[in-house]
């Protein structure tokens, strides 16, 4: 079964810096858009940004605009997350995913998540 690996998450004060990872060993990674999506307590999972399989990004939710940037390197089979200036808001349960339907006709892979916890 193909996996998804997120790493990078952790405790980082206001104003802060963190890169996420998300490694997607085993499938046709130039064939997938990916996406970042969170999950903070209680509330409802977002789309945070997502980036085609040509590496244009598409989409960043208005809350991170100006400080988060998605890309990926089709090489590794990986996507990143930069996020910089970060707000305590932003504190959640970080997901990527590796969507095949619009090339491949395939599923949706989902990681296991990577907590990301903004506080002083």
């Known amino acids: 079964q193909v996996q998804l690996v997120e790493s990078g998450g952790g405790l980082v004060q206001p104003g802060g810096s963190l890169r996420l990872s998300c490694a997607a060993p085993?499938?046709?990674?130039?064939?997938?858009?990916m996406a970042w999506y969170r999950q903070a307590p209680g509330k409802q999972r977002e789309l945070v940004a997502d980036i085609t399989s040509a590496s244009y990004p598409n989409y960043y939710i208005n809350s991170v605009k100006g400080r988060f940037t998605i890309s990926r390197d089709n090489a590794k089979n990986t996507v990143y997350l930069q996020m910089n200036n970060l707000k305590p808001e932003d504190t959640a349960v970080y997901s990527c995913?590796?969507?095949?339907?619009?090339?491949?006709?395939?599923?949706?892979?989902w990681g296991q998540g990577t907590q990301v916890t903004v506080s002083s």
């Open positions: 995913t590796a969507d095949g339907r619009r090339i491949l006709g395939r599923g949706i892979i």
């Open positions: 085993g499938i046709m990674f130039n064939m997938y858009d």
